[in-house]
Structure formats: C-alpha cells, structure tokens
C-alpha cells in the first residue's frame, strides 16, 4: 500500500505551562499541506520489520518514528501494557508474518514540520487499512500519542486545535485553501532543547488563538493570516531570531498575508492568496539560501 504524509503547518503556537511529567501543555492551531513524503508498506515472509529511507542518515531501525508506530500498531493488539514492545517482541507475534516500510522524504528533516511524526501516522493509517481489524480514528490516534506528541494530529490532518500534550484534537473549519512558500534555514533546531528553553523565557508576545479561530469560523483569510504567531520565535537564540525574521520579512515584502515559524522551527512560512506572488516569494528566497517550497495548503 502506497501513503502519503502530509507536512503540517503552526498557524498559531502557544506554550502554556510545563507539567509534571515533563511535557508542556500546548495550544496550537495545526493545518496540514501538500507537501508529503510518500511511504509504501508491504509484506515480506521473513518475520522482521524492515524500514528504509531515501536519506542515508535517517534510522532504519526502532529509533525511526515509522518502525515506532508499527510496532505499537501490532502491540495494541497482544499485550495489556501499551508502549513496551520491541523488535524482537514483534517477531515472536503470532500475527506478524513480516513487514517493510518504504520512505521517499520530501519533507525537511529537524525543521518543524512534523515529517517523522506524519510518516508515523502514515503508517498508522496505511496498517489500518491493509490489516483484518478496523480500528475507528480515535483508537488509531490514542496509538499515535505512544509514538509522539504531533501524531494524534497527524492521523486527523486538515485544520485542527491541539492542546494538553499535542494529543487533545478538536477539529476546526478548514483554512480557506491558499498558497504557502516555506523555507527551510540551514541549521536546524533540537526540540526538547527548545522546550527546555522556553521555560525561563520571558515571552514578549501570545498568540490570539481565539480570534484565529474566530476568523477560521468566518472563512476569513486575512484574519488568520494576521494573527499566526509562535512563541518558539522568543526562545531562539539571537542569530537564528534574526535568520527566522529575514525570511519573514521577504515572505512580507513579496505579499504573504502572514508569516510565522513552525513547531520549534527553524522553517518559517507565509500564506498567499495570489499563486504569482507566492512564486515571486519562492524566487527570491531560492536566492537567499536553505531549502525553499511552494505548497498548498489541505
Ligand atoms: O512527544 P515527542 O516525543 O514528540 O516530544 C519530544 C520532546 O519535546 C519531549 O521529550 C519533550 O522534551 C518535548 N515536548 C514537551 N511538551 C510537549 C511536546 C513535546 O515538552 N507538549
């Protein structure tokens, strides 16, 4: 079975407050795009769960979020405590005859566009599909939460609210569809350091997730585009700031309606209503170093 995952976009990202089991609680507008890695899924008769990537220094073993997500997929089913098993438990699994999982990247690795979590949740729904049991969406991104905090929404996609963890989703209105060009800096951001920042952060600014919703519910554009905004932006260290705003101000300066880092970066977006000058933006920052998309949004 041929998958595809989809990147996702922050319109909006707000850190509420750490928690005690080290996490954070989150609330943040989440928006799925075109641009997706493609995965291909299909059985082998050696009892081994086998995964490859089309980039060399990705894990090919339980360390890549794909081989995570089948391996809960297959132990939800057998085992009383979730989120235990490893390979090897897998292969002495009466139900598993074999599996390989084939990944064509497209989507930038470290760059807070949830790919490693989006291909898990690829997996997910590709295992859902070719397996006997059916398992409804819910169940399937309770799994997904085993693997990582981005999964839940990335099973769902479309435009969603996700609070708690990452893994409380409440679908909202879709994004009236537009044009995103994303850039991807040169360097790239470890997440659990950001987090671990962002607690003694004094942040300048929140995002007005509600009047994003707000202007979600009113099919308004303009008024998301506004008031994207993520709080990752004041914890970063000054020179990566600084890269992450000079795109910003390109996306502006060529007619974004909005522009705003996604995750905990360092790619930063902007949203066009108008295809020309979404590719006028695409050109200058071709210029400008990293990698550069254009995509739409789903
Ligand atoms: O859940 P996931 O494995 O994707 O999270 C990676 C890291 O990001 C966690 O180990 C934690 O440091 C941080 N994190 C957090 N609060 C969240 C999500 C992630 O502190 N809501």
Same mark, same amino acid.
Request: proline fraction near 8%.
């Given at each position: 079975?041929?998958?595809l995952a989809r990147a996702k976009l922050n319109l909006t990202l707000d850190v509420l407050d750490r928690r005690p089991d080290g996490y954070h609680n989150m609330r943040m507008i989440m928006q799925s795009v075109e641009l997706a890695d493609v995965l291909s899924l299909s059985y082998n008769d050696t009892g081994e769960l086998r995964v490859c990537t089309s980039l060399h220094f990705l894990p090919n073993n339980e360390k890549n979020l794909a081989a995570q997500a089948a391996l809960r997929w297959y132990e939800s089913d057998t085992v009383q405590e979730p989120g235990r098993w490893d390979i090897e438990d897998l292969k002495s699994s009466p139900g598993?005859?074999?599996?390989?999982?084939?990944?064509?990247?497209?989507?930038?690795?470290?760059?807070?566009?949830?790919?490693?979590?989006? +291909?898990?949740?690829?997996?997910?729904r590709a295992l859902n599909q070719m397996e006997d049991r059916y398992h409804d969406p819910d169940t399937v991104a309770g799994i997904g939460a085993l693997v990582g905090s981005d999964v839940p929404y990335c099973v769902i996609g479309g435009t969603a609210l996700?609070?708690?963890?990452?893994?409380?989703?409440?679908?909202?209105?879709?994004?009236?569809?537009?044009?995103?060009?994303?850039?991807?800096?040169?360097?790239?951001?470890?997440?659990?350091a950001l987090f671990?920042?962002? +607690?003694?952060?004094?942040?300048?600014?929140?995002?007005?997730?509600q009047g994003a919703i707000a202007a979600l519910e009113a099919g308004d554009l303009?008024?998301?585009?506004?008031?994207?905004?993520?709080?990752?932006?004041?914890?970063?260290? +000054?020179?990566?700031?600084?890269?992450?705003? +000079?795109?910003?101000n390109v996306l502006i300066q060529s007619g974004a309606l909005g522009?705003?880092?996604?995750?905990?970066?360092?790619?930063?977006?902007?949203?066009?209503?108008?295809?020309?000058r979404a590719r006028e933006a695409q050109a200058r920052l071709a210029d400008f170093g990293g990698e550069v998309f254009l995509t739409r949004t789903v």
């Open positions: 079975m041929e998958v598993f005859g074999g599996l390989d999982i084939s990944i064509e990247k497209h989507i930038p690795v470290c760059a807070g566009l949830g790919g490693g979590s989006s +291909d898990a949740a690829a997996v997910l996700a609070e708690g963890r990452g893994e409380v989703l409440t679908p909202l209105p879709p994004l009236p569809k537009c044009w995103v060009v994303l850039c991807k800096p040169e360097f790239s951001i470890s997440t659990p671990n920042k962002i +607690d003694s952060v004094r942040l300048r600014c929140r995002p007005d997730t303009t008024g998301v585009a506004r008031r994207m905004y993520n709080v990752f932006e004041d914890a970063l260290p +000054d020179r990566q700031r600084a890269r992450v705003n +000079d795109i910003k522009a705003s880092m996604s995750g905990t970066g360092p790619t930063a977006f902007g949203l066009f209503d108008d295809e020309e």
